[in-house]
């Protein structure tokens, strides 16, 4: 689909790793994009990414800020730095889209939606799995009425990421990504379930270790919702991969298997629909469409900064939890309490 406004002109920020191998291409294929501005610690990722897009370059983040024409900031980088580089890109005047987490902390994340605001600019967390069809389908079968009252969920995310991770990694770090696996991918369907059932108000967890020396590698969380719904979040960084969320509801349970690739909503004795989705399913691209939009239309955007607030809220209430034994209120904790 064509769009009919001027191209973003945009600063990449975080050029390698994911960037490379979803993100870039992504932006390609929408066509909404000039890439102006390349920064990556890595030069060789930065002149690779330029190459690519025929940009600049740069050797910091403010000299990707503060080459000529760029209107937005695409952070691609590790969560620890999400605050400050968002903050000096408002401060800059320029749009902002985040990867997700948005940040590690509440703390940050209204940090930066406050910047935002201050700069009268727009932020947008890379919340994209909630974009998959299948997951659209089945918030859709839920919303209709015709999965009856939801009473629980369960959404398991895990890989195999800890058993090569170098202990020099951020990740392997839990002052730079506390609670892992949570951290890094159980938040794609944390994201999901707030999308499905609202946001949590109570959680409990525990966080283990099994192939990562120095941070918590196994992650089990469960969480309140509005009574009588509860949800567990499990998310695991040494074991293969595992993809699953499933919703229970009085008169259905939904299904989405296969890292979103297969959709099913069933009763006890047979399945009532069933639809297979082929990957990739086109939801990186439909995010920066509507990042895009925002930024020259003025739209609004699905998953805002109170969107990623409340993802990263699950992760610092379950690693509390963990850490101090306890129920944690997330309520209170969104809220800055």
Not at 125 to 143: D, I, N, Q, S
Not at 209 to 233: E, S
């Amino acid at each position: 689909m064509s769009e009919a406004f001027e191209k973003v002109r945009a600063a990449l920020v975080g050029c390698g790793g994911y960037s490379e191998g979803w993100g870039q291409p992504a932006l390609e294929r929408t066509g909404l994009y000039e890439v102006v501005a390349c920064y990556d610690p890595s030069r060789e990722a930065a002149e690779r990414a330029a190459g690519r897009f025929g940009a600049r370059v740069c050797g910091s983040l403010e000299e990707a800020l503060g080459t000529a024409g760029v209107e937005a900031a695409l952070l691609m980088t590790p969560n620890p730095v999400h605050r400050e580089q968002a903050e000096a890109a408002f401060g800059a005047g320029k749009h902002v889209f985040v990867e997700k987490p948005m940040a590690n902390t509440t703390a940050e994340c209204r940090a930066m939606i406050g910047a935002a605001e201050g700069a009268g600019r727009v932020l947008m967390v890379g919340h994209m799995t909630r974009r998959y069809p299948a997951f659209r389908l089945l918030a859709e079968a839920l919303k209709s009425g015709r999965m009856g009252r939801p009473v629980g969920g369960e959404a398991h995310f895990s890989h195999e990421g800890g058993k090569q991770l170098p202990r020099e990694a951020w990740r392997a770090d839990p002052a730079k990504c506390p609670g892992l696996p949570l951290n890094v991918i159980g938040c794609h369907l944390v994201d999901v379930l707030n999308m499905l059932l609202g946001r949590p108000h109570k959680a409990a967890a525990f966080h283990r270790r099994a192939t990562v020396p120095t941070n918590d590698d196994c992650t089990v969380t469960i969480l309140a919702y509005d009574d009588p719904v509860t949800a567990t979040v499990v998310s695991y960084y040494s074991v293969p991969q595992v993809h699953v969320v499933r919703l229970a509801c009085t008169d259905l349970v939904g299904e989405v298997t296969g890292g979103g690739g297969r959709f099913v909503l069933r009763t006890t004795k047979k399945v009532v629909e069933e639809k297979e989705f082929t990957r990739p399913h086109g939801a990186a691209e439909e995010e920066f469409r509507e990042f895009a939009r925002a930024v020259r239309l003025g739209a609004a955007v699905e998953t805002d900064g109170q969107c990623g607030l409340a993802t990263v809220a699950v992760t610092e209430e379950s690693v509390i939890s963990a850490r101090e034994g306890r129920f944690v209120d997330v309520d209170e904790l969104a809220r800055g309490g």
